[in-house]
Each structure stands twice: as structure tokens, then as C-alpha cells.
């Protein structure tokens, strides 16, 4: 699928914008070297943002990495290489947790029952040109193949059936790490693809 770039998006059209004034100026009136720094500095801008921030860049890879390679992977100790010590995350049924090995733990009890739980495309992944924030949508794949704890000693039996919903994680970085992580998944079409829905 082809991944969308709104900063590409908005760096066309605001050129297109900023070469029809000046094309309308310089024929006019020319422009003072005030102005000409102002467009320079603009064009320059416009460039920045259609080549991609490198910040940004970085770390929407790191994200590639850490969905494609360390959740799907089960790498644990690796989710440092993008989540700070004392990350927030917010998850899909309102509640969030606070730090790094709350946040893991939570993430292997998905494992327990769907050993095979995985993120392989990244069908949309954005964010602001200074990186800070991150916006990516992944596709959620995985089968119930083992019993799931339900807490008190009791399981749910695996019904063997597959499961792929859209998810999308916004992420706030700072000093190339996640600070912040909201994660959204309709858990509803979840559980009922498991076959434990209605």
C-alpha cells in the first residue's frame, strides 16, 4: 500500500502558493532584499519539508523496527531502542500505565493466547517535520490458538481463529524516544474475530 506524507503534501502546495506570489511580485515591482531573505528562507523551508526531516524520519523508522521486528519478534529487551524508562500509554479501553516494564508486561499477555500476534505493514506513518510527534497505522494479525487467563485460576479455551483489525499508534518523542504512546484498536471487532464477541 502506499504510505501517505502530509508534510509533502502541505510543503507542494504552499510552493505552488509562494511561486505564483513571487512570480507576481518580481514581474510587478521586483522584490527588496528583505523580502528576497523571506523567500529564500521559505524555499528553503519548502525543501526541508518535501526532502522529510530527518528527525522525523528517524524515528518513524524506529517505529517500522519496533512493530515489524521487536513486537512481532517478541524482543522485549529491545523496546528501549524507542520507548523512554518512564513511558505513559494510553490504551484502547481508556486505562494507561506508567514505565517501560508495566508497559512490556501488558504487551506479552497478548502473546499468551496469540503466540502468533504480529505487525507487518505500516500502511500510513506521519508526523510534524520536527519529529515530536509520530502518527502510524498498522494492520493487527494473530490467532487464538492457546488458552487465555482470565484471572482466579480460570482460562478461556482457544477457538483457533484468526484475527486482523487496523490500529493506529500516535506517539510524542522526545530526544529520540517515545515520551508518550496512544494506541487505538476497536477491541470490540477484536474479541468478536476471536470468536468471543457477539
Not at 502546495?13 to 518580481?26: D, K, R
Not at 525543501?47 to 524520519?57: D, I, R, T, V, W
Not at 524506529?62 to 524482543?75: A, C, P, R, Y
Not at 500476534?117 to 487464538?144: A, D, L, Q, S
Request: glycine residues 10%; contains cysteine.
Amino acid at each position: 500500500m502506499k504510505k501517505i506524507r502530509f508534510n509533502l503534501l502541505t510543503a507542494l502546495f504552499m510552493g505552488s502558493v509562494l511561486i505564483g506570489f513571487i512570480g507576481c511580485t518580481s514581474k510587478e515591482t521586483g522584490n527588496s532584499k528583505e523580502m528576497q531573505a523571506k523567500v529564500d528562507s521559505m524555499q528553503n523551508l519548502l525543501k526541508e519539508m518535501a526532502n522529510g526531516s530527518p528527525a522525523l524520519e528517524k524515528n518513524l523508522t524506529t517505529f517500522d523496527t519496533l512493530d515489524f521486528v521487536i513486537f512481532s519478534g517478541q524482543q522485549w529487551v529491545r523496546f528501549h531502542e524507542s520507548h523512554a524508562d518512564d513511558i505513559i500509554v494510553n490504551w484502547p479501553d481508556g486505562h494507561h500505565t506508567n514505565g517501560l516494564p508495566r508497559h512490556v508486561e501488558d504487551l506479552k499477555t497478548m502473546f499468551v493466547y496469540a503466540p502468533d500476534t504480529r505487525i507487518k505493514v505500516h500502511p500510513i506513518r506521519f508526523g510534524n517535520n520536527t519529529g515530536e510527534w509520530t502518527c502510524v497505522t498498522g494492520v493487527m494479525e494473530g490467532t487464538f490458538t492457546k488458552p487465555m487467563p482470565v484471572g482466579n485460576g480460570k482460562f478461556i479455551q482457544p477457538t483457533g481463529k484468526s484475527f486482523k483489525l487496523p490500529m493506529c499508534t500516535i506517539g510524542h518523542w522526545k530526544n529520540g524516544l517515545m515520551i508518550e504512546e496512544s494506541l487505538f484498536w476497536d477491541n470490540q471487532t477484536y474479541m468478536t474475530q476471536m470468536g468471543l464477541g457477539k
